[in-house]
């Protein structure tokens, strides 16, 4: 396949400043790339390095003009990069079809260029939208309702009753709508406390590889547009994630649980039960939350503090051994002094 850099342009509504006509016919990183290829200039560690790419054109920021090589000039370059790339890469499209060796309940639903694979096993009264793509050895509990444009990738299980918007993508061995952590203390064992509630995925989700959502106890558990989830996250029963919030690997939130709108939890966060997480909070890795966060917070450390304090304290602690000896000292002379007084 190949393209003009004139075309390209036009798709990720950018400006050319060289030779419109030239042909590109692939993309690559950025070290890698080759007369034939575009690739990414997008921050100031390789706009510095942009003379020594051999790549035939280069994605820059709007504002960037200190180069003789062929630019498109965006106003994101990473995600007209990314717009790049399904150009040359499009996704894989399986051919709409039900195969015979996928399992199909009663009073099935399903939307046209609606794509099952074998080895699928769909519940009964289950309903479906158009060009809905399920893998193989997907699980699909009877009442699921699934909208548009979905992508189910291979030992996923959406259980029953549950809820998937339009346009969503689900990665391999995910789970949604498993039984939440809940257990009634009964003597010396613990009694189930069923979960009756669902989880509800809104439109332009996309969950990551090996998730695991709970159900909830009542009601549901809620992801609301936008969110995306990395490999390894798990949501608890009846936790609410905000819109366009972003989960990253091995995240845990603990039931009941409201985060807001546009929140970044790092990779190994964890979020004890019951509290809200407000809108635009950033949650650093490995941190552990142990208390409600307000709107605007960056937080990290384990209790989580006040992103300025923790970064004071991380500056301390190497120290703490040579204070802990003159405190020592300190103390020495003051006994001293208290002894002759």
């Known amino acids: ?60 920021p709007r504002d960037f003009q200190a180069s003789l090589k062929n630019l498109v000039l965006v106003e994101n370059p990473q995600v007209a990069f990314a717009k790049v790339l399904k150009i040359f890469h499009p996704p894989l499209k399986p051919q709409p079809g039900i195969s015979s060796e996928a399992h199909i309940g009663e009073e099935f639903t399903g939307g046209q260029d609606v794509s099952i694979a074998p080895f699928a096993a769909i519940g009964n009264n289950v309903t479906v939208g158009q060009r809905v793509n399920i893998s193989s050895n997907v699980f699909i509990g009877d009442n699921v309702v699934i909208g548009n444009d979905v992508k189910v990738h291979p030992n996923v299980a959406i259980l029953e009753r549950c809820r998937v918007g339009n346009r969503v993508i689900i990665h391999a061995g995910t789970i949604v709508g498993s039984d939440g952590f809940g257990f009634a203390p009964d003597g010396e064992t613990y009694y189930k406390i069923p979960h009756i509630g669902i989880v509800q995925i809104d439109d332009d989700v996309e969950i990551g590889a090996l998730n695991t959502i709970d159900r909830g106890t009542f009601g549901k558990t809620w992801i609301q547009k936008g969110v995306k989830t990395d490999n390894l996250v798990h949501v608890a029963h009846n936790v609410t994630v905000g819109e366009n919030s972003i989960l990253v690997a091995q995240v845990g939130i603990s039931g009941s649980v409201t985060i807001g709108k546009h929140a970044v939890l790092a990779g190994q966060a964890g979020v004890a039960g019951h509290l809200n997480i407000g809108d635009n909070v950033i949650i650093g890795p490995q941190s552990g939350v142990a208390k409600s966060v307000p709107s605007g917070e960056v937080v990290s450390g384990s209790v989580a503090m006040p992103h300025r304090i923790w970064l004071k304290v991380q500056r301390i602690l190497p120290t703490l051994p040579e204070l802990k000896k003159r405190l020592s000292e300190v103390e020495k002379r003051l006994r001293k002094y208290e002894d002759n007084l």
């Open 1 to 60: 396949m190949e393209i003009s850099l004139a075309k390209i342009a036009e798709i990720v509504a950018g400006e050319v400043k060289g030779d419109v006509h030239k042909r590109i016919r692939d993309v690559a990183p950025f070290d890698e790339a080759h007369s034939d290829a575009i690739t990414l200039a997008g921050n100031p560690k390789f706009l510095k390095q942009i003379d020594a790419t051999d790549a035939g054109a280069v994605i820059v």
